[in-house]
């Protein structure tokens, strides 16, 4: 039997920038294309955000080990600068076929020297799927870190 908690996954991470900095990373497609990868290695081929309500995006990122790409879309249901993202969140399966929809709240909390990320990923089919996203969201957040705010503090 699954609970609410054994499928939302819950992480924070402080970064040492602007509330208004870290959001517009999380949003904008030419420094999403930067950072938004699992590995170093990765590159981001596609990154199509439409901010608003009831807009969309479309994030891929590829491996170039085995040439295989993963594909991210959703529909953004709040967008509040630079405080809050509340968007959907659904793979591309290889078949053509979209994969369950989930949904992903990003807080972005000013703090004294920095801004703290809190991500709250909820709908998971089971704990597996949790845990494969805490994954690919831990390295995500260390990517933009590494890549973008360099010297950000370590996960809180």
């Known amino acids: 039997m699954s609970s609410i908690e054994d499928t939302t996954l819950r992480l924070r991470r402080t970064f040492q920038a602007s509330p208004e900095d870290v959001f517009d990373a999380w949003t904008n497609p030419e ?5 938004w990868v ?3 290695a990765w590159s981001t081929p596609v ?9 969309g995006y479309r ?16 529909e953004y249901l709040t967008v ?4 809050l993202l509340v968007y959907s969140w659904s793979w591309e399966l290889e078949d053509g076929g979209i994969g369950s929809a989930s949904t992903v709240t990003v807080e972005f909390l000013a703090e004294e020297g920095g801004t703290s990320v809190v991500l709250v990923h909820t ?4 704990s597996g799927s949790r845990d494969r996203h ?10 933009l870190a590494r ?3 360099t010297g950000a503090a370590e996960p809180s």
Do not use: K, Q
């Not at 420094?31 to 950072?35: F, I, T």
């Not at 509040?80 to 405080?83: K, L, N, Q």
């Not at 805490?134 to 990517?143: D, I, Q, R």
């Open 47 to 55: 990154a199509d955000v439409d901010l608003r309500v009831g807009g």
């Open 31 to 35: 420094v999403l294309r930067r950072w």
């Open 134 to 143: 805490g994954e690919g969201w831990g390295a995500c957040l260390e990517s």
């Open 123 to 126: 709908g998971f089919e089971d």
């Open 59 to 74: 994030l891929s990122m590829e491996d170039p080990e085995t040439g295989h790409t993963h594909t991210v879309r959703g």
């Open 147 to 149: 890549t973008i705010f």
């Open 38 to 40: 699992r590995d170093p």
């Open 80 to 83: 509040s600068r630079p405080e």
